[in-house]
């Protein structure tokens, strides 16, 4: 029984600042793999940023330079910083988790931006 629970979303001005975050439960050795996924309304789902245990990560072009992923292993919890916020940021964030060789997803937080 794993379990992933994100929260941390909600309404913020162009401009601000918001951090998700996505705590994991349930029977979790390590986490392999960790991401960040949105879907705005009538757009395909894109990557947002995603990381590996190892330490690796890779961003998407449109959160360079304004989002940082990150995890703390001991609390099984992923982050998401989100700075610089643009109307385009508007979606519902998944997070994902790669628990061995099973894949984790989140109930999604709505992010909206707006003025």
């Known amino acids: 029984q794993v379990q992933l629970v994100e929260s941390g979303g909600g309404l913020v001005q162009p401009g601000g600042s918001l951090r998700l975050s996505c705590a994991a439960s349930?029977?979790?050795?390590?986490?392999?793999?960790m991401g960040w996924y949105r879907q705005a309304p009538g757009k395909q789902r894109e990557l947002v940023a995603s990381?590996?245990?190892?330490?690796?990560?890779n961003t998407g072009a449109s959160a360079k330079g304004r989002f940082t992923i990150s995890r703390d292993n001991a609390k099984k919890t992923v982050y998401l910083q989100m700075n610089s916020l643009k109307p385009e940021d508007t979606a519902v964030y998944y997070c994902?988790?790669?628990?061995?060789?099973?894949?984790?997803w989140g109930q999604g937080t709505q992010v909206t931006v707006s003025s």
């Open positions: 349930g029977s979790i050795a390590s986490m392999n793999a």
């Open positions: 994902n988790v790669l628990i061995g060789r099973f894949s984790y």
């Open positions: 990381m590996f245990s190892g330490g690796s990560k």
